[in-house]
C-alpha cells in the first residue's frame, strides 16, 4: 500500500474570507487514507474577524507561525521564510500549496529552499489595484513574478484572472497557469428556505420591507460608501428599503458616520461578524458587491446558491462568476446612480434565482475541487518523478 501524499497549506491568516474557508475545507476532505494534509498559517490583526472557529469546527488544528499574519515585508520576512523552513524540513511534505499574497511569498521561496517536490499557489485574486501605492504595487508585481518561478504551477480561480495575470501583469505565462473554479459545501445554503424571517427578526426589520445587503469585510477596497449613496437614491424611489451591513473591519467608523451624514441611520442595520449565513442570504432581497477590485467573493456564490439574487459591480473576477452578467446583475464601478437603478430593478422584478443556484452547486461544489486538485498533484508528482 502507498504512503499518503504529505500535503501541506500554507496562507497567512484566518481572517473571514473565502481563503479561510478554501483552506479549511481541502485540509479536511484530502486526507487519510490518501494524504496527510497540514494546515499552516499566522495571526490575525486585532481589527479583523477570526475565521479559527472554522477550522474547529471542521477538526483542523492550523500550526501556527504568528510572522506569517503581518504585512509582506521582504527584509524582515527573512526571519519568517526560516520559520516557514525549518517546519518543511520537519514535516518532509511532498506538496506545499500556499495562498494569499504573504503567504506565498514566504512560502514558497521556503519551499523552493527545502526543496519540495511540488509547489503551488493559488491567487484568490490579486493585490495589483486598489490596495497600495504604484512603488509597492510594482514591488509585489516583481515579487510574483519571482515566485512564479519557483511554482510548478499557478492556480486562479477564474479565466478572466488567468487572463490578467499572464497579458496585463506578465507574472507567468498562461501555460504555467491553471483554472480551478473554487469549491465550496453549499448544501447548507440550497437547502434553507427563503424569507424564513429569522434574520429580520433578530434586527427589528420588518418582514415587509426591501433587504439589500452586503456582506464582507469594512476595508477600503470593498467600497461601503457607494453602497452607502446608491442607497439613498433607491431610498428616493423607495422609502421603506432597508439596508443591512453585515461584517466589521478598519472603516466601520467612518462607514457610519457617512450613514449618518446621508441621513440613513433609520434605514440601516450594522450587525458585525455573523456566523449563521444562511440565515441571513434567506432574509435578504438582494446581495450587493460593491467593490473597487475583487477576486472570486464567496458572498455571491453562498448568495445564488440560497436563491438571493445578486448585484456587483463589474470588477476582477466578477463578470467571470456571473457569467457576463447572466447570473446576476452587473453595474459599471463606482456608479451609484447605475448601483442604484440595478438594485431598483431587482427589487421591482426579482429574477428567476433557479438557473443561478442550479450553476453554483454544480461549478462550485466541493467535491468537484478535490478531485480536480487530486489528479493536479498527483499529475505533477509523476512529472517530477520521471524527470528525476
Known amino acids: 500500500m502507498r504512503d499518503p501524499i504529505r500535503l501541506m497549506n500554507i496562507i497567512a491568516r484566518m481572517n473571514v474570507g473565502g481563503p479561510a474557508i478554501y483552506v479549511t475545507l481541502l485540509t479536511e476532505k484530502l486526507n487519510q487514507p490518501d494524504y496527510a494534509s497540514t494546515l499552516v498559517c499566522g495571526t490575525i490583526e486585532p481589527d479583523e474577524g477570526d475565521m479559527m472557529y472554522y477550522a474547529e469546527q471542521h477538526g483542523i488544528t492550523p500550526i501556527i507561525i504568528p510572522e506569517l499574519g503581518r504585512s509582506l515585508n521582504p527584509l524582515r520576512d527573512i526571519t519568517t521564510i526560516w520559520k516557514v523552513y525549518q517546519l518543511i524540513r520537519e514535516m518532509q511534505p511532498d506538496v506545499v500549496h500556499t495562498h494569499t499574497a504573504k503567504a506565498g511569498f514566504v512560502g514558497r521561496v521556503a519551499a523552493w529552499l527545502a526543496g519540495v517536490p511540488v509547489i503551488v499557489h493559488t491567487f484568490h ?95 477600503p477596497i470593498k467600497n461601503h460608501a457607494l453602497f452607502l449613496h446608491a442607497a439613498v437614491l433607491l431610498k428616493q424611489q423607495m422609502p421603506n428599503a432597508h439596508f443591512a451591513i453585515v461584517g466589521d473591519g478598519e472603516t466601520r467608523e467612518q462607514t457610519e458616520a457617512l450613514v449618518d451624514q446621508l441621513g440613513l441611520r433609520p434605514n440601516v442595520t450594522f450587525t458585525g461578524w455573523q456566523r449563521d449565513l444562511p440565515m441571513i442570504y434567506s432574509d435578504l432581497d438582494a446581495l450587493v458587491i460593491s467593490s473597487l477590485n475583487e477576486g472570486t467573493p464567496v458572498s455571491v456564490i453562498e448568495a445564488l446558491a440560497a436563491g438571493c439574487p445578486v448585484v456587483a459591480t463589474a470588477v476582477g473576477g466578477l463578470p467571470d462568476l456571473l457569467d457576463q452578467g447572466e447570473l446576476g446583475t452587473l453595474v459599471t464601478p463606482e456608479d451609484a446612480p447605475a448601483l442604484a437603478e440595478a438594485m431598483r430593478a431587482v427589487l421591482s422584478n426579482p429574477p428567476d434565482a433557479e438557473r443561478a443556484q442550479r450553476t453554483m452547486l454544480d461549478r462550485y461544489g466541493i467535491d468537484r475541487l478535490i478531485k480536480d486538485l487530486d489528479g493536479l498533484y498527483r499529475g505533477l508528482l509523476a512529472k517530477k518523478r520521471r524527470g528525476r
Not at 509597492?136 to 484572472?161: H, K, P, Q, V
Not at 504555467?176 to 453549499?186: A, N, Q
Not at 437547502?191 to 424571517?197: A, D, E
Open 125 to 219: 485574486g490579486h493585490v495589483f489595484r486598489g490596495y497600495f501605492s504604484t512603488s509597492m504595487t510594482l514591488l509585489f508585481i516583481w515579487l510574483e513574478r519571482l515566485t512564479a518561478r519557483m511554482s510548478d504551477t499557478i492556480i486562479t480561480l477564474t479565466e478572466g484572472l488567468r487572463r490578467e495575470l499572464a497579458e496585463e501583469y506578465h507574472i507567468a505565462r498562461k501555460a504555467h497557469i491553471t483554472v480551478l473554479p473554487l469549491g465550496l459545501d453549499l448544501e447548507v445554503f440550497r437547502s434553507t428556505p427563503r424569507k424564513q424571517g429569522a434574520f429580520r427578526a433578530q434586527w427589528n426589520i420588518p418582514p415587509d420591507v426591501p433587504l439589500v445587503g452586503i456582506v464582507g469585510r469594512l476595508v
